[in-house]
């Protein structure tokens, strides 16, 4: 009896002492800074490449009177799909995101370069569509609204679409189609070997309605087999089907090819070979000056005058194909020869400087290109749409600050870890932000640059060994610890602190103040792990605060 009774006062004092341990403290970030250095801004009348600078990829664009908006990729962060306005298609404001509701998509636990892929948008009759991937999350679907900035509609998920990249055409007798890339008929020939269907598609019901058809196999010309055809858009000109595709993979040997036939299911003829590639770099020398790369996953929109413009993504190595910013969204305008629309002659490089399509418009308040700096004080009722977060919604601020709280999930878990983080958007390019946080044991705070959760860099303040230190840590596969290996760390008195990460190219500088003076505490550390040509995937670095605590 008596063991019984001290077994039962010990479990009740383990309890009490389980129920009053301390919740974790969290990180107070008063505010975040974000500078980038692009060059000088362009002369009047002109503008500059790329529109939208960082990891802006996919582009699809749509024209409603005077009204152009666009869509990009977002893959697994959150919210996703954004969705942008712009009146002279240079200046451009995000006025919402598609995917803006966690119950929408379950990114789960999803590589951060699942989820979905590449949107395309388009409008019929007072509705605006956006068919859309997701990625080992469901397949190809389907969203709605009544107005571009939202909010859009519930997935309606398109259960005989296989394949990726989907896009919708609606033909003049209102019939609607839906065209994507899905495997061949029959057994692939050979790795890449890829093909683009057509299939019809009731835009009332939402539904599928058969007969899938295959409209290209391979490529424009399959005896050599070309790989990966995919991004597929439709348009009619003057009576004239045409079909434009991304062809070659998304690196250096990314572009852009077109097709046409006389009735929306084909057969489609390939432009001969001295139209095709419409668009492409993979010619141009390896080692030219600032060089554009990887262009391709074009879409084509016509002004109210009949003038053709593209938008498409593209790459800015820093070096060989080191690029961390991500894939791009670009424009030019599209020159028609002998009734085929080229956007980019054979062998020119894409130019940065552009004479304007149209009168300048307004702008969002929140530059998307060229140099600028902007600081986020975290004052509004909620964060600017500028912020993500990995697979899951981010937190709001409140008070002032961006308040995170350390949790189980870290940075390199495959979860949803408390960051919250916008696009490094230049190859040259610097973050600071005010942080306030007494670490616990084992608990880490700070700025992190995050390609994916094998690939970044940290400078955080940590506690081990009874001691506070500020520490730089770099991560760069899964063989590696998943809060990265330390590449330098110093102690430090407690107290706030300021945190900065200087990126230039693929070198980044890490430092850390708590007054007037900053100490280095790492400079020149490799950062090419976050280019993808070592992480992969087909994302851009993302910058921002996190925090997290102990391991589960």
């Known amino acids: 009896?008596?063991?019984?009774?001290?077994?039962?006062?010990?479990?009740?004092?383990?309890?009490?002492?389980?129920?009053?341990?301390?919740?974790?403290?969290?990180?107070?970030?008063d505010w975040v800074e974000y500078r980038g250095t692009d060059g000088p801004?362009?002369?009047?009348?002109?503008?500059?490449?790329?529109?939208?600078?960082?990891?802006?990829?996919?582009?699809?664009?749509?024209?409603?009177?005077?009204?152009?908006?666009?869509?990009?990729?977002?893959?697994?962060?959150?919210?996703?799909?954004?969705?942008?306005h712009s009146r002279d298609l240079i200046h451009w404001k995000q006025i919402g995101n598609a995917i803006d509701r966690p119950g929408q998509l379950d990114f789960g636990t999803l590589a951060m370069s699942r989820g979905v892929f590449a949107p395309a948008i388009n409008h019929h009759n007072g509705r605006f569509y956006i068919v859309n991937t997701c990625v080992d999350c469901g397949g190809n679907f389907v969203i709605?609204?009544?107005?571009?900035?939202?909010?859009?509609?519930?997935?309606?998920?398109?259960?005989?679409?296989?394949?990726?990249?989907?896009?919708?055409?609606?033909?003049d007798d209102g019939r609607a189609w839906i065209v994507n890339n899905r495997a061949p008929e029959g057994e692939p020939r050979y790795s890449g070997h890829r093909a683009i269907w057509i299939e019809q598609f009731d835009p009332v019901a939402l539904k599928?309605?058969?007969?899938?058809?295959?409209?290209?196999?391979?490529?424009?010309?399959?005896a050599a087999k070309?790989?990966?055809?995919?991004?597929?858009?439709?348009?009619?000109?003057?009576?004239?089907?045409?079909?434009?595709?991304?062809?070659?993979?998304?690196?250096?040997?990314?572009?852009?090819?077109?097709?046409?036939?006389?009735?929306?299911?084909g057969p489609y003829r390939p432009a001969p070979p001295s139209i095709n590639p419409i668009l492409t770099q993979r010619d141009l020398p390896a080692g030219r000056a600032a060089p554009i790369s990887a262009t391709g996953h074009a879409d084509l929109v016509q002004l109210p005058d009949g003038r053709w413009w593209s938008v498409f993504l593209g790459t800015r190595p820093y070096a060989k194909d080191y690029y961390n910013a991500g894939r791009e969204t670009f424009l030019l305008p599209v020159t028609w020869r002998d009734g085929w629309p080229v956007i980019l002659d054979r062998g020119k490089p894409v130019p940065t400087l552009v004479k304007a399509p149209l009168p300048a418009a307004p702008a969002g308040t929140t530059p998307?290109?060229?140099?600028?700096?902007?600081?986020?004080?975290?004052?509004?009722?909620?964060?600017?749409?500028?912020?993500?977060?990995?697979?899951?919604?981010?937190?709001?601020?409140?008070?002032?600050?961006?308040?995170?709280?350390?949790?189980?999930?870290?940075?390199?878990?495959?979860?949803?870890?408390?960051?919250?983080?916008?696009?490094?958007?230049?190859a040259d390019a610097t973050v600071t932000t005010a942080l306030s946080f007494a670490p616990r044991e084992g608990e880490m705070a700070g700025l992190a640059a995050l390609q994916n959760d094998e690939y970044f860099l940290t400078i955080a303040l940590t506690r081990h060994d009874g001691k506070t230190f500020v520490r730089v840590a770099r991560r760069a596969g899964k063989q590696e610890p998943r809060d990265g290996v330390t590449v330098a760390e110093r102690p430090i008195a407690a107290g706030p602190v300021q945190l900065r990460i200087a990126a230039h190219g693929g070198r980044y500088d890490f430092a850390v103040s708590q007054g007037k003076a900053w100490t280095t505490v790492a400079a020149g550390v490799d950062a090419t792990n976050l280019s993808t040509a070592t992480a992969g995937g087909f994302v851009g670095t993302m910058i921002g605060p996190f925090a997290q605590g102990l391991r589960r």
């Open 208 to 222: 599928m309605l058969g007969n899938a058809k295959m409209i290209v196999d391979g490529g424009i010309d399959p």
């Open 368 to 426: 998307l290109t060229g140099s600028f700096t902007v600081r986020d004080d975290f004052t509004a009722p909620s964060l600017g749409r500028e912020w993500m977060a990995m697979r899951t919604a981010p937190v709001q601020p409140a008070g002032g600050a961006l308040s995170l709280t350390p949790g189980h999930d870290g940075l390199g878990d495959f979860g949803r870890p408390a960051f919250v983080a916008r696009r490094q958007q230049h």
């Open 41 to 84: 801004a362009a002369p009047a009348g002109q503008y500059r490449n790329p529109i939208l600078a960082g990891f802006y990829s996919d582009p699809s664009i749509l024209r409603v009177g005077s009204d152009y908006y666009l869509v990009t990729s977002t893959f697994s962060w959150f919210p996703g799909i954004p969705v942008f």
């Open 1 to 29: 009896m008596k063991s019984t009774i001290l077994a039962m006062v010990g479990a009740l004092a383990t309890a009490t002492l389980v129920s009053a341990a301390p919740a974790p403290e969290k990180a107070r970030f």
């Open 226 to 265: 070309p790989v990966w055809i995919e991004g597929p858009h439709v348009y009619k000109v003057n009576g004239t089907y045409y079909l434009m595709a991304a062809e070659g993979g998304t690196s250096v040997n990314h572009s852009e090819v077109i097709l046409r036939a006389d009735k929306v299911d």
């Open 144 to 171: 709605t609204a009544t107005n571009p900035a939202g909010p859009w509609s519930d997935p309606v998920w398109l259960k005989t679409v296989e394949g990726i990249d989907p896009s919708m055409f609606f033909d």
